[in-house]
């Protein structure tokens, strides 16, 4: 190997040094971005109370249509208003929609209003939606998305 090989090896070894130092810097600003979002939402603070549980499909959706904002609901989507015991909209409720395998996949608070949109179409599936906030329990919504239409729909405390 000639020293002009080694030099070139040596600088190249380098700039992987440089590189990986800032990628480890960029996944721990993610990082404290993603425990930033979290805390703020909420997650992992409190456990959903799963005393009651609700099975939410096409079927048992089919007559309950609620105007969200103006939303139409689209196939694989999950739009609904969150309301307490007495029926009164009920806002901040952190909501976390989890795939078969318990894995968040989609999470987001209810407006001012109550209501929660989770407009992005998601997989056909079985999902589990957990509905927190303190001084509150909600029922376990067991989700089956197939494809249809869901509707928009209610979840009351319990």
Known sequence: MTEVELQQLTAQNQNLIDENARLRKTIDELNLKVQELSSKL???????????????????VKDYRIDIMGVVPRENTVNFVVKDREGLLVPDVVCIIKDSSGRPTRAAKSNQLGQVLFTSPMPTGNYTLELTKSGYAFPLCELELNGRVLGSFEIRAI
């Not at 409190?46 to 549980?53: G, K, L, M, W, Y």
């Open 42 to 60: 909420g997650v992992g603070k409190e456990q959903p109370v799963q005393s009651d549980r609700i099975t939410i499909n096409p079927q048992t």
